[in-house]
């Protein structure tokens, strides 16, 4: 069930609200309400991994109790406790998202079908789900929140239905005391009803439509020069189109959970602040799905040393392991690795240069980004790398292109 459906708009978020606010004489039960009412909207699109998203809140649920016991009496168990939240979310992961591209690699080096592996159905939303519950592990371990010692509450973190499926990433620090104080008024909910019309019509009207000329460019690419030349102003038509696309798609929905949040009277951080106006390739990864990067930054980079580190070549390395990271998370596929490499060249070369420290030059820094960007989307588009050199070969009339 996605935001923009009928069955959602029509059905499933007026009976939502309806029983959220008859039941405003209790936030117990208007809490049990929005849980059964996420796990609903789950099970519409995933029935079957519905269980794998409830042995998530229960495992997740009893080891950040374990943790929370342990953390000061005995580390030893903490600890242990906090690795089976990180093999538990993380293995879940793997299996489901990139065991299938695992084996391949695996047959592509021996020559051959070393390893049969049947393709499973990955289910919606694990990359966000996963990450949100192993940061409430990890932040109980920390001492940066208290454990939850009811299950229910765990499970609404997890699985609230506006951020459930394609985020923001919450932290449960950011929402834990709103599960119990926060307050609903009309304003909050006239404010969250705008914000979500606003990210329906990013949606709807332009994500959508720019996709249709995105994806017809991108086929016309796949037909090959011998059925179709795509000319190079076609191709840099897609690339900006694509760059569009994505923004007004990934923004649409943060606009949408954050508006639906605040329907239900909670307040969730932004994760998209203007990223296209950025000067630097730094600077737009500080605007561009904030909560995203806030996790990579907060849970790999900084355990990891960050940029404060005496030997630069582990500055480097650091860099290096987030921007892998950050590739593989988006996808099981080649394509999302060298695009998580490309950022990783930009990101360093900008830091070896002191670029963001260049006073002046506003436009041609600006003009740099949104260069770089666009080539940084097509290679996040492309579905293979084949796919991939023709689509950048058609860019520069490399393939026997014409212009137009």
Same mark, same amino acid.
């Given at each position: ?253 943060? +606009?949408?959970? /954050?508006? &639906?949040?605040?329907?239900? !009277?909670?307040? @969730?951080?932004? %994760?998209? #602040?203007?990223? *296209? ?105 492309? +579905?293979?790398? /084949?796919? &991939?050199?023709?689509?950048? !070969?058609?860019? @520069?009339?490399? %393939?026997? #292109?014409?212009? *137009?």
């Amino acid at each position: 069930m996605v935001f923009s459906s009928v069955v959602f708009l029509f059905y499933f978020l007026p009976i939502v609200l309806l029983g959220y606010y008859g039941l405003a004489f209790s936030r117990t039960a208007q809490n049990i309400w929005l849980l059964i009412a996420s796990i609903i909207f789950y099970a519409w699109g995933e029935p079957v991994y519905v269980f794998l998203l409830l042995i998530s809140i229960i495992a997740n649920y009893f080891l950040s109790l374990i943790v929370s016991r342990y953390r000061d009496r005995n580390i030893t168990k903490a600890r242990g406790a906090l690795i089976a939240a990180c093999i538990i979310n993380l293995g879940f992961l793997f299996f489901f998202k990139y065991l299938g591209f695992t084996c391949e690699i695996i047959n592509g080096i021996a020559g051959g079908n070393l390893i049969r592996f049947k393709a499973m159905a990955m289910p919606i939303g694990i990359s966000f789900y996963t990450f949100q519950a192993l940061s409430y592990v990890i932040d109980v371990y920390r001492k940066d929140t208290e454990a939850q010692k009811n299950p229910l509450w765990v499970g609404l973190y997890i699985t609230f239905f506006p951020q459930l499926v394609a985020g923001p990433i919450v932290r449960y620090k950011t929402i834990a005391d709103q599960i119990i104080n926060r307050k609903s008024t009309w304003n909050k909910f006239t404010s969250g009803l705008w914000r979500f019309a606003i990210g329906l019509s990013k949606k709807v009207l332009l994500a959508n439509n720019l996709a249709l000329v995105v994806d017809n460019i991108y086929k016309l690419t796949l037909t090959g020069a011998a059925k179709y030349s795509v000319p190079v102003s076609m191709a840099w038509l897609g690339s900006i189109a694509y760059t569009l696309q994505i923004y007004f798609d990934f923004s649409a929905y943060s +606009d949408m959970a /954050i508006g &639906l949040g605040k329907m239900f !009277g909670f307040e @969730f951080d932004e %994760n998209f #602040n203007y990223p *296209y106006i950025s000067k630097s390739i730094g600077e737009f990864w500080r605007r561009w799905h904030i909560s995203l990067g806030t996790w990579f930054k907060e849970y790999v980079y900084f355990p990891l040393g960050g940029s404060r580190v005496k030997n630069k070549d582990k500055m480097v390395r650091n860099i290096l392991i987030v921007w892998a990271l950050t590739g593989i998370w988006h996808g099981a596929y080649w394509t999302f690795i060298f695009w998580g490499l490309f950022n990783f060249i930009l990101l360093l070369t900008e830091r070896i240069f002191n670029f963001e420290k260049i006073k002046g030059h506003d436009g041609l820094k600006h003009a740099y980004a949104l260069i770089m960007l666009n080539f940084g989307w097509v290679i996040f588009r492309a +579905d293979n790398l /084949i796919e &991939l050199r023709d689509y950048i !070969g058609n860019m @520069f009339g490399m %393939n026997g #292109n014409a212009f *137009y």
